[in-house]
């Protein structure tokens, strides 16, 4: 398994998307009551993230490196590192080079180490010990700490001191379909891509 980095710091023009969509995909288990019908849901704090973009139409000279880029894939044997393109920054006012406080697994929240006041907004996009994580609500650092509660549950702990990244804060993920560049005479139709955010 390869890591193939995504172009689009070199090549805007062609792989910055066209459109963009982010689904957290929670895996839960429901069960119905056979006799009152009352129901029950467990979370099973396995939480990931699914990645849909289209690509714009390009000319055949600009179409050859997505046409590298998807194929150099190999389906989903290699992956790539991804991040919101809906916010590559964040709404708030956290900056610089945050760290975390120890996390366990599964909680529903992380404290950060922040200069009081900064802030983080709901939808903003934090990165920390590889997980791509959402923040639920608006919070303020005070005392050197901010609480920020999360949409996504973690997946594994999170040591002290982990860095955490606010600005363009990436997951890894495989192709979670068959994308193709498809040429026309002149130019090719735009290309879309589902990617499915990568467990190890």
């Given at each position: 398994?390869?890591?193939?980095?995504?172009?689009?710091?070199t090549?805007?023009?062609?792989?910055?998307?066209?459109?963009?969509?982010?689904?957290?995909?929670?895996?839960?288990?429901?069960?119905?009551?056979?006799?009152?019908?009352?129901?029950?849901?467990?979370?099973?704090?396995?939480?990931?993230?699914?990645?849909?973009?289209?690509?714009?139409?390009?000319?055949?000279?600009e179409?050859?490196?997505?046409?590298?880029?998807?194929?150099?894939?190999?389906?989903?044997?290699?992956?790539t590192?991804?991040?919101?393109?809906?916010?590559?920054?964040?709404?708030g006012?956290?900056?610089?080079?945050?760290?975390a406080?120890?996390?366990?697994?599964?909680?529903?929240?992380?404290?950060?180490?922040?200069?009081?006041?900064?802030?983080?907004?709901?939808?903003?996009?934090?990165?920390?010990?590889?997980?791509?994580?959402?923040?639920?609500?608006?919070?303020?650092?005070?005392?050197?700490?901010?609480?920020?509660?999360?949409?996504?549950?973690?997946?594994?702990?999170?040591?002290?001191?982990?860095?955490?990244?606010?600005?363009?804060?990436?997951?890894?993920?495989?192709?979670?379909?068959?994308?193709?560049?498809?040429?026309?005479?002149?130019?090719?139709?735009?290309?879309?891509?589902?990617?499915m955010?990568?467990?190890?």
């Amino acid at each position: 398994m390869t890591l193939i980095v995504y172009p689009v710091a070199t090549a805007p023009r062609i792989f910055l998307p066209r459109s963009f969509s982010a689904e957290l995909q929670v895996s839960q288990r429901a069960f119905s009551s056979p006799y009152g019908g009352s129901e029950q849901v467990v979370d099973l704090l396995n939480d990931r993230w699914a990645f849909s973009l289209e690509l714009a139409a390009r000319t055949h000279a600009e179409a050859a490196a997505m046409d590298a880029f998807v194929n150099g894939m190999r389906g989903m044997s290699n992956t790539t590192e991804l991040y919101h393109f809906g916010r590559p920054t964040n709404a708030g006012t956290l900056a610089g080079s945050p760290t975390a406080q120890a996390a366990v697994q599964g909680a529903a929240s992380i404290v950060l180490n922040a200069t009081t006041g900064q802030t983080l907004k709901a939808g903003d996009m934090i990165g920390v010990a590889g997980l791509l994580l959402q923040v639920a609500s608006d919070c303020t650092a005070a005392s050197g700490a901010i609480t920020v509660p999360l949409v996504n549950r973690l997946r594994k702990a999170v040591a002290s001191s982990a860095p955490v990244t606010v600005v363009k804060p990436v997951a890894t993920f495989r192709l979670a379909g068959a994308p193709r560049v498809v040429y026309v005479p002149g130019y090719t139709d735009a290309v879309a891509m589902d990617f499915m955010e990568f467990i190890a």
